[in-house]
Every structure is written in structure tokens, then in C-alpha cells.
């Protein structure tokens, strides 16, 4: 890694910079909580890791948490895993959620938009309306703080009340969108054992109607900890025996009243892909991921009560909840419930333009497909109001940066952003006042001690490394659902460097302060000692337009030898040729390394993705090595199970 600076592709101008909620809050703690006046974003950064009360007491206090009854300190217990947030301290997440209903009660607090891609508001005064009927009806149903309430729902308003209405209660929040098969669904709600089960009947996705009735059937029969099943009628279909109907639970004019709790009480679980057995269940607290999202959203992506904010996602990613937290900050919310290319590869910027987005988010997949398409957003549509595009899922090539500096606007906030559902939350990303350098995260998040480890321990600079986490943070996992001893939650993060979070992805932090993501470690490709990620090798690879997508694995070999294959799906019509051939590795040799250049280059039907779109490397490389197909991967986290049997055939052939 170069440390030869280039010059910058964006720097915010002295307004904007001036204007950013994160340049007031530094004044503001400067003067309050004794944070640095000066210095800008690296002070304050290395105050808020260094002086970890004061930063977190002082976002408390800018955003006006509100305690019901006060904490006895900010951090009663500071070690990995089990810290321990703000002891004493009661609360409500969803009172947070609704609090702009008090002065902005006319006015959209969501945005709902299918694949017509013409918005529907729904006011606060509205959403706070029906969270107040909906969590009356789930108390008379006997629902008490702590019980579980699942949904089987597309990313629709219903989906958000119900969340709140759940938080509301105290009860435990955990969802999946309706694209997941029965048995994925399943392996995830089988674990918390939920009590009310919201649902939908079908959903639509890529102009047809999806029926999901009978899917919905055997959750019921499979899930005997239901005590009721509430039916949303998105299809307009009848509400099923014994279900309730959504309408009747949510048209009273009930206040709603916010259970008071504990700071640590769960707010809700998300899991992780879980492509090797059963999805971890991860549970973050009610008063931590109050506290880390007004952070995030307020202070890193700049958010506020005059924003739109909108994020493709669906209601089984973590993106979703983070997207719903943008209410904490009185932000107006975009909820789309569609396919990401319907009906072209430019839908999700017809949204964006369509409901005045201010901060739009998205895969770099979407990015690079739309560049593959050869679309022109900043032609095409009327982007003025966005200001900031936020990418996530997989690191933003340097030719998407490139892409969305010239293809949307010149004086544009590029945002790539990495964190985890483990935290729901974003380890580095957006920073308002820093500039953007092609390929990098701007910076670590505040309150979040990143650094790159050697395997040692020892910190690096501008080389790549381990990602490990330092300090806690508030919305680390409070625990794993059925991890009584802990066992399992300290093994995922723990196990490496004793007390440290480590994360699982290769790093470098660059010594201007930006973040670089290479990939995930535990799929890192290793040629003779050096090391390199794989979205390195799908970046330069993926620029041919012959190649759709590609998936490399690095294998050590009994011998000490280590065999690198890249398999590629083609693009229509294209054929894997020895021309072809010879320019991949002419790519990879110029773009990345002449070492990293693939042993085969071998053409497949399709790439396996998990459920949530990441490219599955561990559980292929597993299959490769010769573990069966049912110790290797959790066949319900697979896009396209089929997609796996070329990989254990091959298997097969090569041993």
C-alpha cells in the first residue's frame, strides 16, 4: 500500500464542512465534556476512543436521550465481551423513534414506494398513531417485555410498525424477508421462539406477484411457540383461520405507551448469514443501539429532520434496521419494497429521484452493474436533492468511485461504508468533513478503536492486517440467543487476540487515517506470503465485459502447495477462449500481481450467493477441500443450492 498521498476526489467545501452536525458537535464537547477545539476529525476521533465516557455521555446529551431513570456511570464494566453500558439507565428505543411526531405530526415520517416507484407518505402523526393501537393489542395478547415477535414481511410500512410497536412493549424484535424459503426462515426463528408471528400473504418483486400462503402455513405448524399470527393483505388475499387482520389491531387512537427499560434490555435479533450451521442469533440492546445509530446517522451521515434518507435493503439484512433507526434523527424515511433493476438497471435511481432522497444508499454491486449497463444516472434523473451515495455489502471498487464522481455529479459525498450485523452498525465510512480518496473509507467512526493487526498483536500502518476493535462499542452483541455459557459468542470474535475484537476482515489504515478493505481474512489469498483479498482480484477481473461474475478461492494443498482457481460466469455469448483466457491474467498480472494470477480459470453455471447477496468463498473453498455438502454450507442461507454440486463434483474429479 502506497503512502504517497494522491489527491483527494471530493473535499467538502468550507460550508458544508461549517454546517455538519459533526463540526457543532465538537464545539459543543470542546466546551462541555473537554473535547478538542481544534485538530478536526482525527482529534476528535482520537479523543472519542481515548476518552470513551466522556464521548459517549456526550452524545447522550446532544441528542437529548431521554433516561427515565439516570445511569450510574457511562461504563460500568469496560472488557471483551461483557461490557457493560450506562448501569442503571432506563429507556425506550421506540420513544426515541417517535419523538418528532411532537412538532412535525403533518409531515411523512416514511416514504413507501413499490415498483410503480410513486411514494406514499405516511405522517408521523400516522405512524405513531398505529404503533400506539398495535402495541395496546400485543399487550392485551398477553405479550411481555422480553417476549419474541418475529416477521415474515417485505420492507413495507406494516413491517416498521410493527418493530416499533414490538420495541414499545419491551418485546424482542427479529425478522426476514419473505424471499427466504421455510427452512431458512426457520433455522432462524426456531432458535428465538417467538410468540407472535407478523406475515404477509405474497410480495412483488420484478413485476409478478409472489404467493407465500403456503410458506406461511408451515412456519405456523413448525413455530408451537405462536400464540397469535397476524396477517398483513398485501396481496389483498383472505386472512387465514385463525390469523388476525392487521387493520383491526392498528385503527385505534391509542396513545402508545414506552415500557421503560433496562439500557442492556434486547431490542431485537438479527443473524448472521450463517453459512456454515445454524445462523449465529445476535442480540444488541435497546439503549446501545439507541446511542450508536443517533452517532452514526446523526453525527457520520449527517442526518437530519430536513433529509430523506433511503437505503435499498430488505427486512433479513441488517441495513434495514439501521434504516429504520434514521427516525431517531427525524429524518424522513424511504422504504422501497422491489426488485433493485425493475423494470431497467436504473430503478433504484428513479426512487431516488422520485422521493427526493438525500442520502441514497446501495450494494457496490448495484453500482458496478450500472456501470456494466451503462447507465447514466446524473443525465437521466434529477439527483439534485442527493448529496451523498453510501455503498455497503462488499468494498466499492476504485472504478465505482470513479463511476459515481462522473456519472452522477462532480461535488458528490461518496460513502463506503463497512461495519456488521454484529453490530449493526459501521466500524468506518462516512465522515462530512473529511475528503474522499478513490478506493477508500474516509475514516474510522467515532467512539470505535479500528486498527490493523499483524498476527502478533502488533498495529500496522499502510499495510495489510487483521481488523480488530479495541475498545467496546455500545452496540456490540449483548450476548448470542441460546449461548448460555458464551462460549460460541466468544469464539466469533474473541478467540484471536484475547479481549480485542477481531472481525474477520483483512484491513489496511492508510497513514493519512482512511480505512481500505480487502476482503474477508478467513477467504484471504495467501501466494507465498503475500496476502490479498479477494474483492481485489473480482474488482480488476470483473472490468472485462466477458466476465458477469467470478469467484476466487485460495487453497493450502497437503504438499505446501496452494492451488488458486477462479471461476467465472460469462456474460451472454461470450466464450472462455484462450484469448480470454490470456487477457484475465493479463488483468490481474497488471492490476494486482503477478503472483496472484489464478492456477485455472474455470467457466461455471453461476455463482452461490447467501441469502442476503455475499459471495460464498468459505463454504466453496470447504467443498473444494472434500467436506460434504451438508457439514460444508447451511443449505438455507443459498441463494441457488444447485449452484453447489459443480463444486463437489469437481471436488470429486480433482481428488
Not at 419523538?99 to 407518505?121: C, M, N, Q, S
Not at 461504508?417 to 467512526?445: H, K, M, N, R, W
Request: with cysteine; hydrophobic share 40%; net charge negative.
Amino acid at each position: 500500500m502506497s503512502t504517497v498521498n494522491p489527491q483527494p476526489l471530493w473535499q467538502p467545501d468550507p460550508q458544508r464542512i461549517a454546517r455538519s452536525q459533526v463540526t457543532r458537535f465538537q464545539a459543543w464537547a470542546a466546551q462541555h465534556h473537554g473535547a478538542p477545539a481544534d485538530g478536526g476529525y482525527e482529534a476528535l476521533h482520537r479523543w472519542s476512543v481515548d476518552e470513551l465516557e466522556p464521548f459517549w455521555e456526550a452524545v447522550t446529551q446532544w441528542f437529548d436521550v431521554r433516561f427515565s431513570t439516570p445511569y450510574a456511570r457511562v461504563l460500568g464494566d469496560r472488557s471483551m465481551p461483557g461490557a457493560e453500558w450506562f448501569p442503571g439507565a432506563t429507556l425506550n428505543y421506540a420513544e426515541h423513534a417517535l419523538r418528532a411526531a411532537a412538532t412535525r405530526a403533518d409531515e411523512p415520517a416514511l416514504l413507501y414506494v413499490d415498483e410503480t416507484h410513486d411514494p406514499r407518505p405516511v405522517t408521523w402523526s400516522e405512524l405513531r398513531r398505529q404503533v400506539g393501537s398495535l402495541a395496546a393489542e400485543l399487550r392485551a395478547l398477553g405479550l411481555r417485555p422480553g417476549d419474541r415477535v418475529s416477521g415474515y414481511l417485505p420492507n413495507v410500512p406494516q413491517a416498521v410498525v410493527a418493530l416499533l410497536a414490538t420495541a414499545a412493549v419491551g418485546a424482542v424484535w427479529t425478522s426476514c424477508a419473505p424471499d427466504f424459503g421455510a427452512r431458512s426462515v426457520l433455522d432462524r426463528f426456531q432458535q428465538v421462539e417467538p410468540v407472535v408471528l407478523f406475515t404477509v400473504d405474497g410480495y412483488r418483486y420484478g413485476g409478478k406477484e409472489h404467493d407465500r400462503r403456503e410458506t406461511v402455513a408451515e412456519l405456523r405448524r413448525e413455530l408451537p411457540s405462536l400464540r397469535a399470527v397476524v396477517h398483513i393483505p398485501l396481496l389483498g388475499t383472505e386472512a387465514p383461520e385463525g390469523a388476525l387482520e392487521w387493520d383491526a389491531l392498528t385503527s385505534a387512537d391509542t396513545e402508545p405507551v414506552f415500557e421503560q427499560v433496562p439500557f442492556a434490555h434486547p431490542l431485537w435479533v438479527l443473524y448472521s448469514s450463517g453459512t456454515t450451521g445454524l445462523p449465529k442469533a445476535i442480540v444488541q440492546s435497546q439503549g446501545g443501539i439507541l446511542v450508536e445509530h443517533l452517532k452514526q446517522l446523526g453525527l457520520h451521515c449527517d442526518l437530519g429532520p430536513e433529509d430523506r434518507f433511503f437505503w435499498y435493503t430488505s427486512t433479513g439484512w441488517m441495513m434495514w434496521n439501521f434504516l429504520v433507526s434514521g427516525l431517531l434523527t427525524g429524518t424522513t424515511v424511504v422504504l422501497y419494497d422491489g426488485s433493485p433493476g425493475y423494470p431497467d438497471t436504473g430503478a433504484q435511481w428513479r426512487v431516488a429521484e422520485r422521493t427526493g432522497a438525500t442520502l441514497y444508499g446501495t450494494s457496490a454491486a448495484y453500482v458496478m452493474a450500472c456501470r456494466k449497463a451503462d447507465v447514466h444516472p446524473g443525465r437521466d434523473f434529477d439527483l439534485a436533492q442527493v448529496r451523498c451515495v453510501a455503498t455497503t455489502g462488499s468494498p466499492l471498487p476504485p472504478d465505482g468511485f470513479r463511476w459515481l464522481h462522473d456519472e452522477v455529479r462532480e461535488d458528490l459525498w461518496i460513502a463506503s461504508v463497512s461495519g456488521g450485523t454484529d453490530v449493526c452498525s459501521c466500524f468506518a465510512g462516512a465522515v462530512p468533513t473529511l475528503p474522499v480518496y478513490i478506493g477508500e473509507l474516509q475514516a474510522p467512526s467515532l467512539g470505535t478503536d479500528l486498527q490493523s493487526w499483524d498476527p502478533s498483536g502488533k498495529p500496522l500502518i499502510d499495510e495489510v492486517g487483521e481488523l480488530v476493535v479495541t475498545n467496546p462499542m455500545p452496540s456490540m452483541p449483548i450476548h448470542f440467543w441460546n449461548d448460555p455459557d458464551g462460549s460460541r459468542y466468544h469464539d466469533s470474535y474473541f478467540d484471536t487476540y484475547p479481549g480485542v475484537w477481531r472481525h474477520g476482515d483483512w484491513i489496511t489504515v492508510t497513514s493519512r487515517g482512511s480505512v481500505v478493505i480487502h476482503g474477508r481474512s478467513d477467504s484471504t489469498l495467501n501466494r507465498q506470503g503475500v496476502r490479498m483479498g479477494s474483492a481485489d482480484i473480482y474488482e480488476a477481473v470483473e472490468r472485462l465485459p466477458e466476465i458477469k461474475e467470478s469467484l476466487v478461492i485460495g487453497i493450502e494443498q497437503p504438499d505446501g502447495g496452494y492451488w488458486m482457481p477462479l471461476f467465472v460466469q460469462l456474460a451472454p455469448g461470450a466464450v472462455l477462449d484462450q484469448a480470454l483466457l490470456d487477457r484475465i491474467k493479463a488483468t490481474i498480472r497488471e492490476n494486482l500481481s503477478p503472483r496472484h494470477i489464478p492456477d485455472e480459470v474455470i467457466e461455471v453455471p453461476g455463482i452461490p450467493h447467501t441469502l442476503t447477496g455475499k459471495r460464498i468463498e468459505v463454504p466453496v473453498k470447504r467443498l473444494l477441500q472434500g467436506t460434504p455438502l451438508e457439514k460444508a454450507v447451511n443449505p438455507g442461507s443459498i441463494d441457488n443450492l444447485e449452484l453447489l454440486h459443480f463444486y463437489e463434483d469437481l471436488a470429486r474429479k480433482r481428488a
